[in-house]
């Protein structure tokens, strides 16, 4: 396998930053980290030749480590869903209150303005009938003393009569 093929497709491995370094220090490091025993393998001036299954064991690392990376990544992104999920909630909520509220309040104003308009209503039947009330009852002041003339002079001529 070649230095670089190597390098790229182990390279993530190695825990010390080596990315400015060539890929045969790069496939050394990572040969070293692993402890594969330099019987395992050769190191060419382009390639590095293996023994049986050492690729193997190295693939299973790869493997390992890539599983678990997408494991955090899928975590992280359902995290940051579930946040952006409750956040968006949390704004239907608010813009939910917010249009209930003014519902609210245009609801109170009409029934306001209905209530006002009624007791102005209200007011007039009762101007009304005051002024109906008092026609009546002046007449009746004028009326009343007429009747007790009419009255008192039946009466006087009932009595002259028996």
């Known amino acids: ?21 060539d890929p045969l220090s790069v496939s050394v490091a990572i040969l070293h980290q692993f402890n594969i025993l330099p019987e ?6 382009t390639n590095l030749f293996f023994r049986t299954d050492q ?38 909520a608010t813009l939910q209150s917010f249009i209930r509220g003014e519902k609210t ?3 109170h104003a009409v029934l306001l303005q209905r209530h006002r308009a009624a007791i102005a209503i209200q007011n007039i039947k009762g101007r009304n009938s005051r002024k109906t009330f008092k026609k009546i009852s002046d007449a009746s002041v004028v009326i009343q ?18």
Request: proline share 1%; with cysteine.
């Open 1 to 21: 396998m070649s230095h670089q093929k190597f390098a790229r497709r182990y390279g993530f491995l190695l825990l010390e930053s080596v990315a400015s370094q």
């Open 145 to 162: 003393p007429v009747i007790r003339n009419v009255e008192e002079r039946l009466r006087g001529e009932k009595q002259k009569s028996s």
């Open 40 to 45: 395992m393998y050769q190191v060419g001036y």
């Open 105 to 107: 309040r245009k609801e």
């Open 55 to 92: 690729i193997g064991a190295l693939e299973d690392t790869r493997n390992r480590t890539l599983h678990g990376i997408l494991r955090v990544q899928s975590c992280f992104r359902g995290h940051q869903a579930r946040n952006h999920l409750k956040e968006v909630q949390r704004g239907i």
